[in-house]
């Protein structure tokens, strides 16, 4: 029996071999099939729109990395995954991660098509990690991670999701090909200005590491003028007006007490009628980080 499948293995092999067109039609059907499957997504993502491959809101390249954080030691890989409580591969790492913080990467699934979309969900900043900041994408060959701005990537690899060097990551995954800036991701610096509109005020950032910022003034300065003159002509209408006759006496029966008499303290002196200066938060919120205000 065994002889006899031994003998027609070999008529198939002689066969195929003798049927040269046909080796070379199945070799380049393998070729494109491959092909398709590891670079299609990169020209698709390539021209593709960056609204059609990115949405969400603008958080703080902190925050992602805050998160991607959580699961260091504690998730395992999974190929194909894409569930931060069953695992995930390295693309479907970063993936998920963004998804946490409200951003939503869409058709670049994997490391390929990350490298392939880099410039239209953010912008390429080359091959240099020393211009990598919180929650920037960096891919090694064909791998994906998540960079922080102390010279280290949180990745999920084989032995789960770790943090590790730059260094540690080429000797093991390959030299750096991008090192991407997602368009929503925004990092603050020392000296950049926060509007914040629920106080209509700006705040200049004083440490991003202490995450403190000082008051620097009205947003609107329209809205301010309109909210300060408002604030004049009720305080006009408020006061009662002496009338005084042409010798300079007044009419005790036909006054009111003034705002300024009324506000009159124990020893005598008269206490502000109205805050003119605004109200300060003592906090601020920017990009999903909470700065106190200082100063």
Do not use: W
């Not at 913080?101 to 390429?124: C, D, E, P, T």
């Not at 003159?229 to 002496?242: F, G, L, R, Y």
């Amino acid at each position: 029996m065994r002889l006899f499948l031994f003998i027609n293995l070999k008529s198939t092999i002689r066969i195929m071999l003798s049927n040269e067109l046909s080796i070379k039609k199945f070799l380049l059907t393998a070729v494109v099939i491959i092909s398709f499957i590891c670079f299609g997504a990169i020209g698709v993502a390539s021209s593709a729109k960056a609204g059609s491959l990115i949405s969400g809101k603008e958080v703080s390249g902190e925050s992602i990395v805050n998160e991607a954080r959580k699961y260091i030691g504690k998730l395992r890989y999974s190929f194909g995954g894409t569930s931060l409580k069953y695992g995930c591969d390295c693309s479907g790492f970063v993936c998920a991660i963004y998804k946490t913080q409200g951003i939503n990467l869409f058709g670049v699934r994997s490391s390929y098509a990350m490298y392939g979309a880099r410039n239209a969900i953010g912008k390429s900043l080359g091959s240099d990690t020393s211009k990598a900041k919180d929650g920037d994408i960096v891919i090694y060959g064909s791998h994906a991670a998540i960079a922080t701005d102390k010279g280290t990537v949180v990745n999920c690899q084989n032995s789960g999701c770790m943090e590790q060097t730059h260094a540690y990551m080429r000797r093991y995954f390959g030299p750096v090909k991008a090192v991407i800036r997602v368009s929503l991701v925004k990092n603050l610096e020392k000296g950049d200005v926060i509007k914040d509109k629920k106080s209509n005020s700006k705040f200049e950032v004083v440490s991003t590491s202490n995450h403190t910022v000082k008051y620097k003034g009205v947003l609107d300065k329209k809205k301010e003028a309109k909210e300060a003159k408002k604030e004049n002509k009720e305080s006009e209408v408020s006061e009662t007006v002496i009338s005084t006759d042409e010798a300079g006496t007044s009419a005790p029966e036909a006054v009111e007490q003034t705002e300024a008499e009324s506000n009159l303290s124990l020893d005598g002196a008269a206490a502000p009628a109205t805050l003119t200066a605004k109200k300060i938060p003592s906090k601020v919120v920017a990009y999903g980080i909470t700065y106190k205000v200082i100063g």
